[in-house]
């Protein structure tokens, strides 16, 4: 799977939007970015994962350059709720594979 | 969505007993189950990868004989650490897969915090 290259920390505003970039400058063709995020003491949680066009859910937005060797995840409007770890992943899919992790951005969202 | 549950969600024992952990998909059937270990201010590390009605396969470094996984049904996989020593003392979760879906999303439990005495 490609390495991620994250930035260690990040702050926000609340009810701002929080834009946290991801480099994956190695990605091959067939492989997916996942972003997932964990709140301090609990388990991972799945937010979005796109190939190549980007992606909305109720969660967050994906943007994935053209070149797809970046991509930004979007939390619209932030709130203190959203303060966590964000991890973002890439890997192929069609195959049951372990998630590696790297270290993540902590996202701080202040009031 | 899918919930993985695990039991318990916190655990103290001591030095040299055993300690079983639970994971359960509830709602859902997972052929693979992960095993995951996270020490504090660091990142997860797979510990080993379970599928239903085989043997856990391991990652380097991590003792088969001392993380016993079973993984006896499409809804349950166990881990068992024996002879548990303070430095086991981590924050364990473990993951499961669906089956039948095409991107594989792995979703996670809440996570057992072990502590050893």
């Known amino acids: 799977d490609a390495k991620t290259t994250q930035p260690t920390s990040m702050d926000c505003a609340e009810g701002r939007a929080a834009n946290l970039p991801c480099n994956h400058s190695?990605?091959?063709?067939?492989?997916?970015v996942y972003w997932y995020r964990q709140i301090h003491s609990q388990g991972p949680q799945y937010i979005i994962h796109?190939?190549?066009n980007n992606e909305t859910n109720e969660m967050a937005s994906l943007i994935i350059t053209e070149d797809r060797k970046s991509s930004t995840l979007i939390l619209p409007h932030a709130t203190l709720r959203d303060t966590a770890v964000y991890y973002c992943?890439?890997?192929?899919?069609?195959?049951?594979?372990?998630?590696?992790f790297g270290s993540g951005t902590q996202l701080t969202v202040l009031p | 969505g899918a919930v993985v549950s695990q039991h318990p969600s916190r655990v103290i024992c001591k030095s040299g007993t055993s300690v079983k952990i639970e994971c359960r998909s509830l709602?859902?059937?997972?052929?693979?189950m992960f095993w995951y270990r996270q020490f504090p201010k660091q990142s997860l590390m797979l510990m080993a990868t379970?599928?239903?009605?085989?043997?856990?396969?391991?990652e380097q470094g991590v003792e088969k004989d001392k993380f016993l996984i079973n993984h006896a049904s499409l809804t349950l996989s166990t881990l068992t650490v024996t002879s548990a020593h303070p430095e086991d003392s981590s924050f364990y979760i473990c993951?499961?897969?669906?089956?039948?879906?095409?991107?594989?999303?792995?979703?996670f439990g809440p996570g057992t915090r072990l502590t050893v005495t």
């Open positions: 190695t990605i091959s063709g067939n492989e997916y």
């Open positions: 379970s599928n239903e009605g085989s043997k856990a396969t391991y």
């Open positions: 992943i890439v890997r192929f899919s069609g195959s049951a594979r372990q998630l590696t």
């Open positions: 709602d859902f059937q997972a052929t693979t």
């Open positions: 993951s499961a897969t669906q089956v039948g879906t095409g991107f594989n999303e792995q979703y």
């Open positions: 796109g190939l190549k």
